[in-house]
């Protein structure tokens, strides 16, 4: 499987260890990692700690990335993928529902309606099961190309393609009923 000219060479550049490749690769995936860990764990310092334990665990393993013909970002996506399972049961006793970011809105009434929107959403996405969300996550949360996700989760891209199809239908079910019985 071949990703073009520019994704193999820098991905020859992460293997070969040059500090400018992996800086502009952090700069590109560090928000969308940090995105995805939020939405498995939620914000703050445990989001922050996943995605650098994966991080960690990426330059490590990076040699290994050539060997599953994986691209550099679903190699690290998996790696986060395993990193939150590994402590997905304590986590979820300490888990609490992060606040959405309301960016200053003047009006208390756009604040609250876009609070309650997202509290409709977050009831009907926790609805799907877990491999629903976790293919929604990637592709949309963090935006990874089906051949990525298919990457990080051991699947086929038409298989991951599949999935999200499935998976929007039946959020956007769930969501006329969250919206119907409030």
């Known amino acids: 499987m071949s990703y073009g000219f520019i994704e193999e060479s820098e991905s020859l550049r992460l293997r070969n260890r040059d500090p400018a490749a992996w800086e502009s690769f952090y700069e590109r995936v560090y928000?969308?990692?940090?995105?995805?860990?939020?939405?498995?764990?939620?914000?703050?310092?445990?989001?922050?700690?996943?995605?650098?334990?994966?991080?960690?665990?990426?330059?490590?393993?990076?040699?290994?990335?050539?060997?599953?013909?994986?691209?550099?970002?679903?190699?690290?996506?998996?790696?986060?993928?395993?990193?939150?399972?590994?402590?997905?049961?304590?986590?979820?006793?300490?888990?609490?529902?992060?606040?959405?970011?309301?960016?200053?809105?003047?009006?208390?009434?756009?604040?609250?309606?876009?609070?309650?929107?997202?509290?409709?959403?977050?009831?009907?996405?926790?609805?799907?099961?877990?491999?629903?969300?976790?293919?929604?996550e990637l592709r949309v949360v963090a935006g990874l190309s089906s051949d990525e996700v298919a990457t990080a989760l051991s699947m086929r891209p038409s298989a991951v393609r599949m999935a999200q199809m499935r998976a929007l239908e039946k959020l956007r079910s769930l969501m006329a009923e969250v919206s119907v019985h409030g």
């Open 31 to 136: 928000p969308m990692m940090l995105a995805y860990a939020q939405r498995r764990v939620g914000r703050g310092e445990t989001a922050r700690d996943a995605v650098s334990e994966a991080l960690a665990r990426t330059v490590k393993t990076v040699v290994r990335m050539q060997e599953l013909d994986a691209t550099p970002e679903a190699w690290c996506f998996g790696i986060l993928r395993h990193v939150i399972a590994d402590s997905q049961r304590q986590i979820y006793r300490d888990r609490r529902v992060a606040e959405p970011y309301l960016d200053n809105s003047p009006d208390p009434s756009t604040a609250v309606e876009i609070i309650m929107e997202h509290e409709s959403v977050r009831r009907a996405f926790s609805q799907l099961n877990e491999s629903e969300r976790e293919v929604l």
